[in-house]
T-cell receptor, first 113, second 115 residues
């Protein structure tokens, strides 16, 4: 079952902040975040591990609430280059590794000048 | 270092035809996966592999076959193409750095149209 992302779309002006949420009905070992620009492949941003560790992109942060199985991606002082579709991917706790990443439907972020 | 290479980039098939989408990686990753991307549906897992000779089904495996004879290659076969298989297909190669840290590298995708 796919994680649920919200909002589906958001439009910002350069310099504004945004939060993208991801919620899973299944227990997760980790949450991945990817960004996809139009016509391109998804690109890894960061991973949130069970237990609170975080690795990834230096200008974008994220959190993972294991009790609620929710993750949030925080984009602060947005730049034009942040535009794209953001996907969260959940690695199930009980079934194998990240070869089984299950992705949400995506959040389209548009940053205008 | 090419990363993940998918071929072809574009393909048009007639209903009932079969074809193979190629995926090759040069990063020596054990884990590889195939996804399809449809408008509004995100990325859905078709099949995955944890190493040469080992494959399993994902969320939407019907109508597709895979095999993994080498670490480098993970082809996806459409057995009898249907219009519902019109989609963009992405192959991913997953780096496992240990301690739970993993990162997926995606190919550039194959845009398939079935008429």
């Amino acid at each position: 079952q796919q994680p649920v992302q919200s909002p589906q779309a958001v439009i910002l002006r350069e310099g504004e902040d945004a939060v993208i949420n991801c919620s899973s009905s299944k227990a997760l070992y980790s949450v991945h975040w990817y960004r996809q620009k139009h016509g391109e492949a998804p690109v890894f941003l960061m991973i949130l591990l069970k237990g609170g560790e975080q690795k990834g992109h230096e200008k974008i942060s994220a959190s993972f609430n294991e009790k609620k199985q929710q993750s949030s991606l925080y984009l602060t002082a947005s730049q034009l280059s942040y535009s794209g579709t953001y996907f969260c991917g959940g690695r199930p706790l009980t079934q194998g590794g990240s070869e089984k990443l299950v992705f949400g439907k995506g959040t389209k972020l548009t940053v205008n000048p | 270092n090419a990363g993940v290479t998918q071929t072809p980039k574009f393909q048009v098939l007639k209903t009932g035809q079969s074809m193979t989408l190629q995926c090759a990686q040069d990063m020596n990753h054990e884990y590889m996966s195939w996804y399809r991307q449809d408008p509004g549906m995100g990325l859905r897992l078709i099949h995955y592999s944890v190493g040469a000779g080992i494959t399993d089904q994902g969320e939407v495996p019907n109508g597709y076959n895979v095999s993994r004879s080498t670490t480098e290659d993970f082809p996806l076969r459409l057995l009898s193409a249907a219009p519902s298989q019109t989609s963009v297909y992405f192959c991913a190669s997953i780096r496992n750095a240990g301690t739970g840290y993993t990162e997926a590298f995606f190919g550039q995708g194959t845009r398939l149209t079935v008429v």
